[in-house]
Structures are given as C-alpha cells and as structure tokens.
C-alpha cells in the first residue's frame, strides 16, 4: 500500500522567515523604504510562517512549531508597530522597540541552545539572529550604527535560512544529500 507523502512545511517557514529578515535589512542598511518590509512582515514573514508553524505542529515537530508560529508572529508584530508609528496610534519609541527585541532575544537564545541538537546549518542560523538581535538592542538604546552592522549581519543570517530551505527541497528532490547541514554540535 503506497503511503502518502507529507511535504515539509518548514519550506515555506524558512523562505518567509529568510526573505523577510533580508528584506528588514535592505531598510536597515539604507537601501529600501519601510513599505516592502510592512507588506513581508504581515503576509510572508507572518501570516505563512504562522501556518507553516501549525503544519509543523500536524508533524509532531515541537521545535519548528515554536519557531514558526513565534518568528511569524514577531514580524505581525513588528509591522503592526510600524503601521501604528505611521499613523501615531499607541506610538512606540525607539526604546521601546529596543525592549521589544529583547524579548526577542531572549527567546532566540533558548532556540538557539535548543538548536544545537538538530545540525550545524540550524545553529549557525540561530546563533546569527541571536547576534543580530543583541546588535539591534545595541542599536535602539545605545547607537544606531549598531542596527547598520546588525543589518549587514543579518543578511548572513537570511542567507542561513535560506540555504537551509534549498538544501531541504534539493535533497529531497535528488533523493540524497546534494547541500549537507552538518552534524549536530549536541548529539542526543
């Protein structure tokens, strides 16, 4: 009996996420306006990451629920915050968004341990937006060129996640490993 194969959701989670954090830095460094960033955070950063989370959920993959439906619901939040600083609704400061990345942060550093079981290309991309978001909180409450360095830091982090995501859909198109992740620096 030919058993159904299920596609893995974390293909669209990985694209949404890594298109939407280089798009975030294009602005962060210079070279685009905020609008793109707006319409990446609410509909492929969120709202597909969002399901793509409650796919992984289906799968039984704790992990990449967390991820998904977390990181979709930061760049919600991120473009909600955006939109009401547009049209001065409940205005937040530049602080303010600093300690919002830092909750961020701080949710990343325990994704990021928690990644260090699954494979190198994880952890790195983890570790690079666990960096990225300290520089960004450098950059809301100390100095904005932090959030310049941070932008050109996280284009490598997007990068991550994105060869994550060929890899995932190469390899299984190929049927053996063409782009490798690595091993896992915490072996169960």
């Not at 303010?96 to 260090?116: C, R, V």
């Not at 666990?130 to 932008?151: I, K, M, R, S």
């Amino acid at each position: 009996m030919n058993e159904k194969k299920n596609a893995n959701p974390a293909v669209v989670g990985l694209a949404g996420f890594s298109l939407t954090t280089l798009v975030l830095q294009f602005h962060n460094v210079g070279w685009c306006g905020m609008g793109p960033v707006v319409v990446l955070g609410l509909i492929f950063g969120g709202l597909a990451q969002m399901i793509a989370g409650f796919q992984e959920q289906k799968m039984g993959n704790n992990f990449g629920y967390s991820a998904f439906v977390a990181y979709g619901s930061f760049w919600i939040g991120l473009a909600l915050i955006i939109l009401m600083n547009h049209f001065d609704i409940y205005k937040s400061s530049t602080t303010d968004i600093g300690w919002y990345l830092f909750a961020w942060m701080l949710y990343t550093l325990g994704m990021w341990i928690a990644s260090l079981r699954i494979h190198f290309m994880m952890s790195l991309t983890f570790f690079t937006l666990l960096t990225g978001f300290f520089l960004l909180v450098l950059g809301h409450f100390f100095n904005p060129v932090w959030n310049v360095v941070a932008g050109y830091e996280l284009m490598f982090c997007a990068a991550c996640a994105f060869y994550m995501m060929l890899a995932i859909i190469i390899n299984d198109l190929a049927g053996k490993v063409v782009l490798p992740l690595g091993k896992p620096f915490i072996k169960s």
